[in-house]
């Protein structure tokens, strides 16, 4: 049965709520990652069990099929998967960038601190001392610092893209399907992928590709579907329920006062909620977050052109580019804080001046990528996919 | 005239001997909330009201020892074994570390049965996670590891306390331990045993600007001051969870 592809929905206009959210998760993820961060109690993970990087791979699988989708239909599989792949590639470039500051940051403190008290943890910096194993297992992606495990999730997710886009976009269901029972197998048999010098990858790809595919998926006519269900008042009710709990939840966390009202059956049954595997109570987390949100924000919503927002959503649309330099400026950030040992003021401060050179450099790409548009016309037509395609 | 010389003398030492010797227990109080004592040490009151004694072993890893002249004085293990004998005079007090370092929990957990059969232990203090980490070990086979272990102990009829990892600044953009400190969290909440939670007070401690962790030294006197304050913490949370505090100690007598 050689059906003909759906048409993707209305094409035409780039959804700006991706760009919001997945730029608003740009900021959340760079704040997380400042060790110790006063700023980061603003962040979603604090107030439930999903956090920014739930967001962040949803709408990375959502543009990839919305932009990828139209390649391939319109182009044929050999180019998508080739857009698809060269894509991969520059985000490996990048992860291996990230590398090379992160291993400059090290051998700078391998040289310069020193503490008896900590003679166990400076073990940390053993690796320097075989560069040709730890740059080797890095450049496999095995060995992957701290706070450097979402690109090669990201990548592993884009290699193995053209395949899925391909039946994606003919049986969608069976796509979905089968990327739920790859996750389901994954939980039974512990598929994951080996990580250097021991254990797995922080974000088990045979998990986390659930999410992406889910957000590919809703891009290529499952939101439509969906909208049935995402209209019901008893799915918002049970939604904005379910955040509920999970705050209450989350309260038990930080003040230890509260654990007495946990039932210990309940705590047993749902702990631990395990980040590395997706918990499922961490994907329904970000399908009822999702879901209220939709409800809220509406496509159309005028909010998304008011000028407040408009930082969020340039960071959102170049979102390699800020996730990199994010994750570069908290390094940089934990830095200063290191050598002027720290304090809330000086956590807030770098926070802020992180965003704003953030939003500073998204502005600086976009009017760079805006003025390349104009002075190539071949390149006009795949404006959107520059858009986009640079961003899937 | 040699009068106020020799009493000028005489402050210029006191003053010398109170920096060189500054009184920890003002200084390093740690809050109730971060010591958590609800957790009954029945083996531990045992001992100390039946048999005037405790036995306690320490096993962990490079974290609970300390390098340089006389180290093991210095670390805690040393610092908890002095600080339970000022407080409950009377009562004798052994604590046996077996520390070697580069243990991982796995590692720990296989040696646990024979050190726990040599020491007969009322209490063992399992200090684990730091090496894991560094390792990279499965945060799944770390838990089954400390499992084993706790099993072990539970087995063999002593009381144990977890210690968590040290907060460690420095290395926290390169040393993820958050992962392992949350297991150590859900297994001690879960099979209903006591955590030290040793990053967390750490944590507390550098919030509170009482130590630097951030400094940059070659000297030891730091290192020291924060094991003698860990050593001393960790005496009042086995005091208050055995319910060992003075008065109780005086009607037993």
């Known amino acids: 049965m050689a059906m003909a592809p759906p048409p993707v929905s209305t094409a035409s206009e780039r959804d700006l709520r991706l760009d919001l959210f997945r730029g608003l998760a740009l900021w959340l993820i760079f704040l997380d990652h400042i060790p110790d961060n006063i700023v980061s109690w603003i962040t979603i993970r604090n107030y439930g069990f999903s956090d920014a990087t739930e967001i962040f791979i949803f709408i990375s699988g959502y543009t990839a099929a919305f932009v990828y989708g139209r390649t391939m239909r319109e182009r044929g599989f050999v180019l998508a998967s080739a857009r698809i792949l060269r894509r991969a590639w520059q985000i490996y470039v990048a992860h291996i960038f990230l590398f090379t500051i992160f291993m400059a940051e090290i051998a700078y403190v391998a040289s310069t601190f020193e503490n008896p008290l900590y003679a166990e943890e400076m073990k940390i910096l053993d690796f320097l001392k075989q560069p ?27 290699l193995l893209f053209p395949p899925v886009l391909f039946v994606l976009l003919r049986h ?9 029972l790859v996750y389901a197998l994954a939980w039974r048999l512990g598929w994951n992928l080996p990580a250097y010098p021991n254990g797995v990858w922080f974000f088990n790809p045979y998990a986390w590709q659930l999410l992406f595919v889910f957000g590919a998926w809703c891009a290529l006519g499952g939101a439509q579907k969906l909208g049935v269900v995402l209209r019901s008042r008893v799915v918002l009710v049970l939604a904005i329920a379910y955040l509920v709990f999970a705050f209450l ?49 509406p496509r159309h919503w005028p909010g998304l052109k008011s000028p407040l927002l408009r930082p969020a959503i340039v960071c959102g649309q170049h979102s390699l580019e800020i996730f990199c330099l994010g994750v570069f400026l908290a390094f940089a950030g934990q830095f200063v804080i290191a050598e002027s040992s720290g304090g809330p003021v000086l956590q807030t401060a770098i926070s802020l001046i992180g965003i704003i050179l953030m939003v500073a450099t998204a502005y600086l790409v976009s009017w760079y990528k805006g003025i390349e548009a104009r ?14 395609g640079g961003e899937a | 005239m040699t009068f106020v010389l020799a009493l000028l003398a005489a402050i210029a030492f006191a003053g010398g001997a109170v920096a060189a010797e500054p009184p920890v227990a003002s200084s390093c109080d740690v809050p109730d909330r971060l010591l958590p004592t609800d957790e009954d040490l029945a083996h531990v009151g045992a001992d100390v009201k039946d048999r005037r004694r ?15 002249p006389d180290g093991a004085r210095f670390a805690y293990p040393a610092q908890l074994e002095q600080s339970l004998r ?4 009377g009562i004798d007090v052994k604590v046996i570390a077996h520390v070697p370092s580069r243990q991982t929990t796995a590692d720990m957990a296989a040696a646990l049965p024979k050190i726990l059969a040599d020491d007969q232990p009322a209490l063992v203090i399992w200090q684990a996670g730091t ?12 838990r089954n590891s400390l499992d084993q272990g706790l099993d072990a102990i539970a087995t063999a009829g002593a009381n144990v306390i977890l210690m968590n990892m040290q907060y460690s600044p420095r290395t926290d953009s390169m040393l993820s331990v958050a992962p392992f400190a949350d297991v150590m969290h859900w297994v001690a909440e879960q099979r209903g045993i006591l955590l030290f939670d040793r990053l967390g007070i750490m944590h507390y401690w550098s919030d509170e600007g009482t130590f630097d962790l951030y400094a940059a030294t070659t ?11 860990i050593g001393r913490a960790l005496a009042s949370q086995i005091i208050n969870a055995a319910h060992l505090d003075a008065a109780k100690m005086q009607t037993t007598r």
């Not at chain 1, 040709?132 to 884009?158: G, R, W």
């Not at chain 2, 000022?86 to 005079?89: L, Q, V």
Request: include cysteine; hydrophobic fraction near 50%; proline fraction near 6%.
């Open chain 2, 86 to 89: 000022d407080r409950m005079p």
């Open chain 1, 249 to 297: 939840v989350t309260l038990t966390w930080h003040f230890e006062s509260l654990d007495r009202f946990m039932p210990g059956w309940l705590a047993d049954w749902m702990y631990p909620i395990d980040k590395t595997d997706l918990d499922v109570l961490r994907f329904a987390h970000f399908l009822a977050l999702a879901a209220v949100t939709v409800r809220f924000v």
């Open chain 1, 375 to 388: 002075s190539s016309p071949s390149r006009v037509k795949s404006r959107d996919a520059d858009l986009a």
């Open chain 1, 172 to 180: 969608p269901n069976i796509a979905l399907g089968g990327s739920a």
């Open chain 1, 132 to 158: 040709d194993v730890t740059i080797f297992q890095a450049l496999l992606l095995k060995f992957k610092p701290v706070n450097m495990d979402v690109l090669p999730l990201y990548i592993v997710l884009l």
């Open chain 2, 54 to 68: 405790l036995a306690i072993t320490v096993v962990g890893s490079g974290s609970s020892a300390l390098a340089g």
């Open chain 2, 131 to 142: 090496v894991d980490a560094l390792r990279g070990v499965d945060p799944d086979d770390f």
């Open chain 2, 219 to 229: 000297g030891y006197a730091m290192a020291r001051r924060v094991h003698e304050c």
